[in-house]
């Protein structure tokens, strides 16, 4: 039976054993800072798994995955603060926001391939950067938007970090069951139908640019969610954090994490979100550390984290085979 | 009955002409075999009946219908299935999943209320290639990749295949139990067209042949008057070739 799941369910299972991590993981932190971090890993988890749908699943690049999460963030940010909405209502119209951007510029811009499509979305996210700096009125320009109000659902303000982290992390898990559900089912097979053989798969009845666009619109759309968490997590938003360097940052930690791995994803999202942390305090030479581990990865693990690990579960379950026969004969 | 009609496919590629002025048609429990000398443009009328290419000029119906302008999932819909000279299975999935992949996302007229499961299980079945469907596709043989092409297409439950060399690269053994599937097909009533280079299994099993020469058809007809007419001799493949299955 357990077999069964895990062959049947292989995302749904990565995503229960994460959940269950996650749920205690607040229990090993001492103070308000990191629990706030932990929120950020959650978040940065949902925003590189929508990333591998695009990559992993859909065969396509997208340049435009940072600065729709910073549509979605400043969305929500703007319905909250400036209108004074509720929380709800910013988080809905976010991801409202990520469908729209994603179906606008993806039905033409899907046609394309490879470095075209890379171009393609390289200007779409310059552009939405430019706007969120040129819009003062709306945006707060450079400066950013400053004192975004906490979530808050009914009368209950998700004020306290360690309640702000459980927030995240129930949406975080229903969206990632969602997605390791989708993944698994007969969505999951079409999309890696079309990415592996898509003139097989359009003369068998399958349509690639549905398929691809319903790709780029979901992760559109979770991409947004997760903007919208973040705005209500630091309070502040501003256009340096949604440049193309986030793009192609997220980019990077998708393939370094195992470009088609669901699992891979959130192991590079926890590198991504700590390590990041850390090396915050060195300043410039903190990119430097990141393209050195980056380079690492890609020279000497093959398949990213994901590869690297399955290689090495293979030699442990040949050598388990080896000393089995060993000890019979 | 009829499933295909063909009438006057013109097909140039760069002032280079394809297909010129192509008509035949093909009903429902035949198979069909198109022969010709490589660039005699088989495939590539392949690709327009199958909507890959689209076509300079002429029509094509589908049990009486125009389908000339249909994308190509819109014609895998309405029952035409394909499989291809280069292999194009979808290496990543097992090949169960390669046909499930079709059956639960396609539903044409004929799928009726059968689980998409069920219809896979049953073009496996068909394809005899039921034994491997625990495999990751990546890992099996060319014999078996052309079955599993045939399966994939069996998923459409489809009123007319598409076969193009599915005999290519197979061995003795495997080519009698491919005649032997093609053979029930065409048995249970759907309508088989094929593109083969080995006479000796395009004139044991085809009803009929049709042969291409530099994009036009030069003849029509039963295997064995193709193999006594004189343009086909003269134009494509000499005596010896055609009288394949002595």
């Known amino acids: 039976m357990r077999q069964w799941f895990a062959e049947r369910y292989p995302n749904l299972k990565t995503v229960i054993v994460f959940a269950l991590v996650c749920l205690f993981l607040p229990l090993a932190v001492t103070n308000d800072y990191y629990v706030a971090t932990l929120s950020l890993f959650l978040i940065n988890s949902l925003l590189l798994a929508s990333l591998m749908i695009i990559i992993g699943y859909a065969g396509q690049i997208s340049l435009a995955h940072g600065a729709i999460y910073g549509l979605g963030a400043y969305v929500s940010a703007i319905l909250t603060t400036r209108f004074e909405l509720p929380f709800v209502v910013g988080f809905g119209a976010a991801c409202l926001s990520g469908f729209l951007i994603s179906l606008v510029v993806g039905a033409p811009s899907l046609r394309l391939k490879g470095h075209f499509l890379a171009m393609a979305t390289l200007g779409i996210g310059e552009i939405l950067y430019v706007l969120y700096k040129e819009l003062d009125w709306l945006t707060g320009g450079v400066n950013g938007l400053i004192g975004i109000k906490p979530a808050s659902i009914g009368a209950f303000s998700f004020t306290h970090p360690l309640s702000y982290y459980y927030l995240v992390y129930v949406i975080a898990m229903q969206t990632l069951v969602l997605i390791a559900f989708l993944l698994d089912g007969k969505l999951g097979r079409a999309l890696r139908a079309v990415k592996s053989a898509e003139v097989a798969a359009l003369a068998l009845g399958l349509n690639p640019s549905y398929y691809k666009l319903l790709a780029f619109t979901f992760a559109g759309i979770i991409a947004a969610a997760a903007g919208s968490l973040y705005a209500h997590l630091d309070r502040f938003v501003s256009p340096s954090t949604f440049s193309l360097s986030l793009s192609v940052m997220l980019l990077s930690m998708v393939i370094a994490g195992g470009e088609s791995s669901l699992g891979g994803s959130l192991v590079a999202a926890a590198v991504f979100s700590f390590l990041n942390e850390y090396v915050r305090q060195f300043q410039e030479l903190s990119q430097l550390f990141f393209g050195f581990a980056l380079l690492l990865v890609v020279i000497y693990f093959r398949g990213g984290l994901a590869g690297s690990w399955r290689r090495l579960l293979m030699l442990l379950n040949h050598a388990r085979t080896e000393e089995n026969e060993g000890s019979g004969s | ?246």
């Open chain 2, 1 to 246: 009955m009829k499933v295909l009609e063909v009438k006057g496919i013109t097909k140039r590629f760069e002032g280079i002409i394809a297909l010129n002025e192509v008509s035949f048609s093909a009903v429902s429990g035949q198979i069909k075999a198109i022969i010709g000398p490589n660039g005699a443009g088989k495939t590539t009328l392949f690709n327009v009946i199958s909507g890959l290419l689209s076509q300079d000029r002429g029509k094509i119906y589908f049990e009486g219908r125009e389908i000339s302008n249909l994308k190509p999932f819109a014609r895998a819909r309405l029952g035409i299935g394909r499989t291809f000279q280069r292999s194009f299975i979808f290496e990543d999935l097992t090949v169960f999943e390669n046909v499930l992949v079709i059956a639960e996302n396609v539903r044409t007229s004929t799928s009726g209320y059968l689980k998409p499961e069920e219809v896979a299980r049953e073009a496996l079945l068909r394809a005899g290639i039921e034994k491997k469907m625990h495999l990751k596709a990546g890992l099996l043989s060319t014999g078996e990749r052309h079955l599993l092409e045939i399966a994939r297409a069996l998923a459409l439950r489809p009123k007319l295949l598409l076969l193009d060399e599915p005999a290519a690269g197979l061995n003795d053994t495997e080519t009698e139990r491919l005649a032997v599937i093609l053979r029930r097909l065409a048995a249970d009533g759907y309508c088989v067209l094929l593109v083969e280079h080995d006479m000796k299994f395009v004139m044991n099993n085809a009803d009929e042949v049709l042969v291409l020469h530099r994009g036009e058809i030069i003849a029509e007809g039963p295997p064995i008057l193709i193999q006594e007419d004189e343009r086909v001799t003269e134009a494509y493949l000499g005596s010896d070739l055609l009288h394949a299955q002595d």
